[in-house]
């Protein structure tokens, strides 16, 4: 049985083919292949928090591209990316807030007792499974980091 949210992404799929919208087609083809790849690969199945993990990392994959594709100049390989997140974004619950995210990190710090940079491993920890796929994980640390140092 798959995930509310892979049976979500199918059915756009379904739809985007009756439409005849190729880039979306393709876009959604892609996460449905990455789904398929890890199944086989750990002969898993894919419950909504690994399929939001899968989702959050490919986002993260595309803003790196789009940050290098810039710097190299190449626009119109970094719009294609663009177009890309925006068709995963769909997909990934609400981000948080800066407020929200701050709220979270200093809860954790504090059921956690971190009060050094060594702490940061199990604050991460606890933080991650709130936060994924609604929160760059690059900026969590930077936050922690702030608060512990």
């Not at 504090?110 to 796929?133: C, F, H, S």
Request: aromatic share 2%; proline share 2%; net charge negative.
């Amino acid at each position: 049985m798959a995930s509310a949210l892979q049976t979500r992404i199918n059915d756009e799929l379904k739809t985007a083919m009756r439409a005849r919208d190729k880039a979306r087609v393709a876009v959604l083809r892609l996460i449905n292949a990455e789904f398929k790849r890890i199944e086989v690969d750990e002969r898993i199945e894919l419950d909504d928090a690994r399929v939001l993990a899968v989702l959050d990392k490919m986002l993260k994959q595309r803003r790196d591209s789009i940050e290098q594709y810039e710097n190299a100049g190449r626009t119109e390989l970094a719009e294609q990316e663009r177009a890309e997140s925006a068709v995963i974004s769909e997909f990934l619950p609400q981000p948080l807030t800066d407020a929200e995210l701050d709220e979270i990190v200093d809860k954790a710090i504090a059921q956690t007792g971190a009060n050094e940079m060594r702490d940061m491993g199990k604050v991460m920890g606890l933080i991650k499974p709130q936060v994924q796929g609604r929160a760059d994980m690059a900026d969590v640390s930077k936050r922690i980091k702030a608060s512990l140092g």
